[in-house]
């Protein structure tokens, strides 16, 4: 079993930066790829980032690249999703995965179903 324990979310004006945590806990966190997705109200839930074991590979949805940036701390066992000139159609839950399965050393999966461990969504809200 993987605990996902997200903090950090918030409201916040639009063009504004917040930082979304996660900790894991209950496995070795450094052998798990992570990723963010998000879900607004009403629509399904998305990729936003990923970022593999060591955090030498991610890859980002195409309305967050440039603006949002994932990271990890496999010491802390905690990943990161710094988000910078937040848009109000940013707004939504945010969810913290991991994903159990190893696929080589730059696996970094972009889809819901890859990731077998959630976290409890913090929500975050742009004003305009």
């Known amino acids: 079993q993987v605990q996902l324990v997200e903090s950090g979310g918030g409201l916040v004006q639009a063009g504004g930066s917040l930082r979304l945590s996660c900790v894991a806990s209950?496995?070795?966190?450094?052998?798990?790829?992570m990723g963010w997705f998000r879900q607004a109200p009403g629509k399904e839930r998305e990729f936003v980032a990923s970022?593999?074991?060591?955090?030498?590979?991610?890859d980002y949805a195409d309305s967050v690249k440039g603006r949002f940036t994932i990271s990890r701390d496999n010491a802390k066992s905690t990943i990161y999703l710094q988000m910078n000139s937040l848009k109000p159609e940013d707004t939504a839950v945010y969810y913290c995965?991991?994903?159990?399965?190893?696929?080589?050393?730059?696996?970094?999966?972009?889809?819901?179903?890859?990731?077998?461990?959630w976290g409890q969504g913090p929500q975050v809200t742009v004003s305009s």
């Open positions: 995965a991991a994903a159990l399965r190893y696929n080589g050393p730059y696996y970094h999966p972009t889809t819901l179903n890859e990731y077998d461990y």
């Open positions: 209950g496995r070795p966190f450094a052998s798990h790829a």
């Open positions: 970022i593999n074991w060591n955090g030498g590979s991610a």
